[in-house]
């Protein structure tokens, strides 16, 4: 492999399926180098086949935050350089809150807020070195709002959305761009039944949530977002010196996530006096903690 080839390089994680392998083949369609990391690396095997060259496959759990730094070394090792890094790598879960343990829930979180986390700090010393960069978070139209059965899984995506919107204050004046991307459903494994995790059911909660693991199961091979156009809005996305912090993707991201934010500020304004009348009287309004 050149390993001082200047193409731009993607590290894209839980690469081998779903919106990371559609982000993985439009980058090698276009030239660019890529190396993708999955649990299972026989996954890859018609993409090493095919770009053996210009494709590094890479064994890792996300889970496992101290590996991380490796991943990231071998990159630049390899390519001399990471322009892109993708978090992608993750799972859904379906439970109500009394019915999803303790090892359950910290399972998301270390999916989606600790493992992005790891590879995060691992590479932002290059990319600050270089004063370029961009990181993609694959959050979920999940990270913003939330229903029954889903609360496990929400509560790792807003964790990220969180961590990452500080995060792209923190990193822009080093030239560095955070994307946080909002999919609705998109055609990939994730709803399918050996992929998405449910946890055991109780009668308790088959009122509440019954409904929404019937639906969870059923829209697997039915979701109306296709993986490949979604690859290349990203990549437009990146390359758009005006795109927004947040992407929502989609078009019931749109629509769901443009009811949440109508909703979240009618009842700030509803409720705005009572808010106001927790500060102090005599508290100028214009001192604020940040």
């Given at each position: ?9 993607w ?35 018609g ?68 493992g ?28 913003r709002?939330?229903f ?15 961590w ?31 992929v ?53 993707l ?33 508290m ?7």
């Amino acid at each position: 492999m050149n390993k001082m080839n200047e193409t731009k390089t993607w590290l894209i994680t839980g690469a081998s399926s779903g919106l990371g392998r559609a982000l993985a083949e439009a980058a090698l369609a276009a030239g660019e180098q890529v190396v993708g990391t999955a649990r299972q690396l026989d996954r890859f095997d018609g993409l090493t086949a095919r770009y053996e060259d210009r494709f590094l496959a890479v064994e890792h759990d996300v889970r496992d935050t101290a590996g991380a730094a490796a991943v990231v070394q071998r990159a630049v090792e390899v390519f001399g350089r990471v322009d892109v890094l993708v978090n992608n790598a993750g799972a859904g879960q379906v439970g109500a809150a009394e019915e999803i343990t303790d090892a359950a829930l910290r399972d998301m979180l270390e999916q989606h807020l600790f493992g992005p986390a790891a590879y995060v700090r691992a590479v932002l010393p290059h990319f600050r070195e270089r004063r370029s960069g961009a990181i993609v978070q694959m959050s979920s139209q999940g990270g913003r709002m939330s229903f029954p059965a889903v609360g496990s899984y929400s509560a790792g995506k807003f964790a990220l959305e969180g961590w990452s919107e500080a995060l792209a204050g923190e990193v822009a004046p080093f030239g560095i761009r955070v994307l946080i991307v909002e999919p609705s459903r998109f055609r990939t494994a994730f709803n399918a039944a050996d992929v998405l995790r449910t946890a055991q059911p109780s009668a308790t909660y088959d009122e509440t949530i019954g409904a929404v693991r019937t639906n969870m199961a059923e829209a697997d091979g039915r979701q109306e977002g296709d993986p490949a156009r979604a690859a290349l809005v990203i990549r437009d996305m990146l390359d758009n010196p005006g795109a927004p912090l947040r992407l929502p993707l989609g078009a019931e991201a749109v629509r769901n996530l443009t009811r949440v934010y109508r909703g979240a500020l009618d009842d700030v304004e509803k409720w705005a006096a009572v808010s106001e009348s927790a500060d102090f009287p005599d508290m100028p309004p214009a001192v604020r903690a940040f």
